[in-house]
Nanobody, 124 residues
Framework: HVQLVESGGGSVQAGGSLRLSCASSRSTYSSYSMGWFRQAPGKEREGVASIITDIESTYYADSVKGRFTISQDNAKHTLYLQMNSLKPEDTAMYYC??????????????????WGQGTQVTVS
């Protein structure tokens, strides 16, 4: 079992930056991949970014490419999401997720086994 706790959300003006953190109860390498998802009110949860932990291959949604960066610090058991040039449409609850083994479609919530409780990001 993996416990995930997100932090770092908040309110920011458009064009600003935030860094989200996800503290894991186990080494990030114990998961095949980890990802960030977001869900805005009335919308489905969508994949934002993912990383295959042992080889550090990264994947991004088109809407955030060039603005967001996913990374990990295995020594700290922590996953990060650096978000720059934030836009109002980035406003959502952001969730961290971990997949124990590899599956297709990194952007699908069904590809992950464990989830955090979320951290709110509001861009105005």
């Amino acid at each position: 079992h993996v416990q995930l706790v997100e932090s770092g959300g908040g309110s920011v003006q458009a064009g600003g930056s935030l860094r989200l953190s996800c503290a894991s109860s186990r080494s990030t390498y114990s998961s095949y991949s980890m990802g960030w998802f977001r869900q805005a009110p009335g919308k489905e949860r969508e994949g934002v970014a993912s990383i295959i932990t042992d080889i550090e291959s990264t994947y991004y949604a088109d809407s955030v490419k060039g603005r967001f960066t996913i990374s990990q610090d295995n020594a700290k058991h922590t996953l990060y999401l650096q978000m720059n040039s934030l836009k109002p449409e980035d406003t959502a609850m952001y969730y961290c997720a971990a997949a124990i083994y590899g599956r297709d479609r990194w952007w699908s919530a069904n590809a992950y086994d464990y989830w955090g409780q979320g951290t709110q990001v509001t861009v105005s």
